[in-house]
């Protein structure tokens, strides 16, 4: 019998129109980034849900600061001075090296690194995919964040923003898969990209010959380029170095310093150009003295020793 109600598209052709309307998506976003502004407007709408989600944890967090006993305060209290103390030493080692730096750089005519900016953040989604390895930051472009941002720990780098909302950033960790980072073998300088495994705790140095000179303890560093993250950066340590017979390339694999699995803070890090004048493209002060190799030197005139070959040589023409 037939129904009274009409029936629309059958299974098959609503499939076909959706798989269509998906791939004609997914196009617009990736060669035009159109859907940006969508992306972004979902991202502050679900924003709320994912503070309501991670208030369970803060609770917790707060739970333990308050009914924590007066000798474990006090016991944390004395760490943390003690802490406090080192970090300020070294603090004031680390001022002296870098003026001393700057005062190196400028006397070579060398451009001074950029001052540096940090911001922390905190963790409050982790996505559950296995196949991506994505943490949500609670600040977004209202806090001047941007799209390739590092982000690190106390112990190393952590990965990079990817997206960019008002209230809210995601980052990939350097382990994802579909992440790679310039690196370098701090011990020599040998130069390498670090891709991810997929795993947490380890990251693949691939494309290196058997003869390369690296080996198991070595610590690698960001090697600044790119121009996504700053050099001198602590990232993995070697853990294993194999140079199979008939393989072209040695099988290389490193663990990330940093915590990726740990901790709810994290910190964003940019170069601060505007609070550098060399970085501007303004010139730097020398006090008078012009820099070595500079066009200065170009210009200045020609001292007495500098005439007198040619003067020499008019005298030898005039005799012969």
Not at 223 to 250: D, M, Q
Request: glycine residues 6%; positive net charge; aromatic residues 6%.
């Amino acid at each position: 019998m037939q129904s009274i109600f009409s029936q629309g598209p059958s299974a098959s052709a609503r499939m076909i129109i959706l798989v269509l309307a998906s791939l004609a998506l997914m196009t617009v976003d990736h060669r035009w980034h159109q859907l940006e502004v969508v992306r972004s407007a979902l991202s502050t709408l679900l924003y709320p849900l994912q503070y309501t989600v991670d208030l369970p944890i803060r609770f917790y967090y707060w739970g333990e600061e308050v009914f924590s006993t007066r000798q474990t305060l006090l016991k944390k209290n004395r760490e943390y001075e003690t802490r406090y103390l080192e970090n300020r030493v070294q603090l004031q080692k680390l001022d002296i090296l870098q003026r001393e730096n700057a005062r190196l750089r400028q006397l070579l005519g060398a451009t001074p690194e950029t001052a540096e900016r940090l911001l922390i953040a905190e963790i409050i989604k982790v996505d559950v995919d296995p196949n991506r390895q994505l943490i949500v930051l609670n600040k977004g472009s209202h806090n001047d964040i941007y799209v390739g941002q590092p982000v690190i720990d106390a112990q190393g780098v952590m990965g990079q923003v990817i997206h960019v909302g008002p209230l809210s950033s995601t980052a990939i960790l350097i382990t994802d898969i579909s992440h790679a980072i310039p690196v370098q073998v701090d011990r020599n300088g040998l130069r390498a990209i670090a891709f991810g495994s997929g795993n947490i705790n380890e990251l693949e140095l691939r494309n290196l010959p058997h003869n390369t000179d690296i080996r198991v303890g070595d610590t690698l560093v960001t090697s600044g380029l790119g121009n996504h993250f700053p050099a001198n950066y602590p990232v993995a340590t070697v853990t294993s170095v194999k140079r199979l017979p008939g393989e072209l390339f040695a099988r290389i694999s490193a663990k990330p310093l940093a915590l990726l699995d740990q901790g709810r803070e994290v910190l964003l890090l940019w170069n601060n150009k505007a609070d550098n004048p060399l970085a501007a493209g303004e010139s730097p002060k020398t006090d008078g003295q012009t820099k070595i190799g500079t066009p200065a030197d170009k210009d200045k005139p020609k001292s007495a020793t500098d005439k007198q070959p040619s003067k020499q040589a008019s005298k030898q023409k005039s005799e012969q």
